[in-house]
């Protein structure tokens, strides 16, 4: 048996056992080894002698995701039934919405209990109501993608890292413990799917994409695994120096994997501390940051929209709405980098080509849209359209939140009042200059965007 801690795990609607399959409804954190959801559903089949079958819901369209995106999900998930088939566990791959394709799957199976893993976006929340509505078996839902699980770190929006930050390491002994691996299944009890992955492929070669399907990251959990063993050998012990260096690779990369689920957080953190290496502010960004966004989205049903900005910041930002902006550019100026700031075309163009922006000039990037747009409300619509359309870890609660952080000052606080900015942070080409090798970033770039033409 495992020794999964239960109170990761909260019925969302009781009902009564189906005589068929516990059914694990994959979305958010699409891997098989050390997932919490999973592990739960194995203990309950193995405990009440079920099959076990895992299904995940292939919607049409995603917060944005283009073709990019979808490639590198669909290979993970191609992995993901790979190591599924050889534990015994079935696979069902469906396609539209989940609100119409679960619950029929549901009754077909006659599946006795649903298990979902946890996401705070209002896209994941209405999926799981529309679900409920029509399902008479128990549905739980698994916190596989914190470690602490969001709604027992903190019960409310916190206000920033420094009120979050002792509630999460008070409940990290309890949280941050091994994870059990999966056992093979003792029988296949289902006939196995035949997933139609030729028909998940239109979402590979919509023609909606500009820019190339991302080729420099392998996706899958494998990949992930190695990137995070990479990492640790090789980069962990300068992230510290070189992490907000754009002119370094410092970071760890790893943000695909675990925005797509690919890898656990918790086997990173783990595997981070067990390697004795100097983590610098790694931990705060991978637990303190990363979960503060899993709390804001959660408790903040106002994530994508001025109005989940706290009121000192709205409030400066109305002042100066009317302030003169020097530069005004529309979002399809922005798409295609024609502004007079160079560095900012870089960072965009970088985003564009590689589908991975370096961190450290995310927040200028942002920022500089609140700047030359007519208003906070168009600079928010704007950051979140560009990020969730060319990001290879963009739709993400971590996005939805840093922009705000940049642009509605979230879990940030106020500065000496300025033009436009009001008491929001402001960064400039001067400041960015003087921490870095901005020319070199800049040539970096035009270097990746003379290979990825070839
Ligand atoms: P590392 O520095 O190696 O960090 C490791 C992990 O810690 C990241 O993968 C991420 O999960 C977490 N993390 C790091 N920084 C932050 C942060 N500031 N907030 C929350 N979690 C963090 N991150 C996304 O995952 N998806 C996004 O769409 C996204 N959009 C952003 C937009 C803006 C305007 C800004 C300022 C930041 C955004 N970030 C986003 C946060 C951060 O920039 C990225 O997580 C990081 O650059 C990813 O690269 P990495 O994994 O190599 O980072
Ligand atoms: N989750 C799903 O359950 N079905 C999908 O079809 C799906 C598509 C998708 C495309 C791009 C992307 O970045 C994420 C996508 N997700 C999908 C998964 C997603 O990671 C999470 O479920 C949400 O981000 C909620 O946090």
Redesign the pocket.
């Known amino acids: 048996m495992t020794a999964m801690n239960f109170r990761r795990a909260r019925l969302l609607k009781a009902g009564i056992m189906g005589s068929g399959p516990v059914v694990y409804w994959m979305s958010r954190d699409q891997r098989t080894s050390e997932n919490w959801a999973l592990i739960f559903c194995q203990d309950i089949a193995i405990k009440n002698g079920l099959p076990l079958s895992v299904i995940f819901c292939l919607v049409p369209e995603f917060l944005g995701a283009s073709r990019r995106h979808y490639s590198f999900m669909l290979e993970g998930l191609r992995e993901v039934e790979r190591k599924l088939d050889e534990m015994n566990i079935n696979f069902f791959l469906l396609n539209g919405s989940p609100e119409s394709e679960i619950p029929g799957f549901i009754d077909e199976h006659r599946a006795s209990l649903l298990v979902a893993d946890f996401s705070p976006l209002r896209i994941s929340l209405n999926w799981k109501k529309e679900v409920a509505k029509q399902i008479s078996i128990p549905f739980y839902e698994v916190d596989a993608h914190n470690i602490v699980p969001c709604w027992l770190s903190s019960n409310k929006q916190e206000y920033a890292a420094r009120t979050f930050r002792p509630k999460i390491y008070r409940l990290l002994p309890e949280f941050l413990d091994e994870i059990p691996v999966l056992h093979r299944n003792s029988v296949c009890f289902e006939e196995n799917s035949d997933n139609r992955w030729d028909a998940a492929e239109i979402y590979r070669t919509s023609t909606d994409e500009k820019r190339s399907a991302i080729r420099h990251i392998a996706p899958g959990e494998d990949a992930a695994k190695r990137r995070l063993r990479s990492f640790i050998q090789e980069k962990l012990s300068l992230y510290e120096k070189e992490?907000n260096d754009p002119s370094k690779d410092g970071?760890?990369?790893?943000?695909p994997y675990?925005?797509f689920g690919h890898i656990s957080a918790q086997r990173v953190a783990l595997d981070v501390l067990a390697s004795m290496k100097e983590p610098g502010s790694?931990l705060e960004?991978?637990v303190v940051?990363?979960e503060l966004?899993d709390n804001f989205c959660y408790y903040n049903s106002n994530y994508d929209s001025r109005l989940g900005f706290p009121d000192w910041s709205r409030k400066s930002l109305d002042e100066h709405q009317r302030d003169l902006r020097e530069y005004i550019y529309t979002t399809e100026d922005l798409e295609k980098a024609r502004t007079h700031d160079q560095l900012w075309n870089a960072a965009e163009r970088e985003m564009t080509i590689l589908g991975k922006m370096h961190?450290y000039m995310?927040?200028y990037?942002?920022k500089k849209i609140l700047e030359w747009t007519e208003s906070p409300a168009e600079a928010l619509n704007a950051?979140i359209y560009l990020?969730d359309r060319y990001?290879i870890?963009?739709r993400?609660p971590?996005?939805y939140?840093?922009?705000a952080?940049?642009i509605g000052g979230v879990h940030d606080r106020a500065f000496k009042e300025r033009p436009i900015f009001g008491k929001i942070r402001y960064m400039s080409y001067k400041g960015m200059r003087s921490k870095f090798d901005v020319q070199g970033y800049i040539e970096h770039v035009s270097r990746l965007e003379q290979i990825s033409e070839t």
């Open positions: 992490r970071q760890s990369g790893l943000s675990l925005h790694f960004e991978l940051r990363k966004s961190g995310r927040m990037w942002a950051a990020n990001e870890d963009g993400d971590n996005g939140t840093s922009i952080w940049s």
